[in-house]
């Protein structure tokens, strides 16, 4: 059976609340920016080099720049970037607030 301590499941979800909101950054940024990303993507040679375009162009991660490439056509409309913003503000909002919880003894 698998034990863990509430610090270790704190890291954990601290872990998974960074990466979705580093994804999030990224969606936003490459929403605000579409005309640019399409074009570094549609000059890439292959796949890896778009993620590299991608990654270069929004100053991201390869997490994050897959995350924009995966992001569909029909996302980029007006209530899907006001979505995917709430939920990057979200996202900080309880990073913060976690960072401020004192840790368990």
Do not use: K, N
Request: net charge negative.
């Amino acid at each position: 059976m698998w034990r863990f301590t509430t610090d270790e499941i704190r890291a954990t979800a601290t872990h998974i609340v960074e990466g979705r909101l580093g994804m999030l950054t990224a969606i936003t940024a490459a929403t605000g920016r579409y005309a640019e990303v399409v074009a570094a993507v549609a000059g890439a040679e292959d796949r890896a080099a778009a993620r590299a375009a991608v990654r270069e162009l929004l100053g991201v991660d390869e997490t994050a720049a897959r995350a924009v490439l995966d992001l569909r056509w029909e996302d980029l409309h007006e209530e899907s970037c006001q979505a995917f913003d709430a939920e990057r503000d979200a996202l900080a909002a309880e990073l913060a607030r976690r960072r401020l919880e004192p840790a368990d003894s």
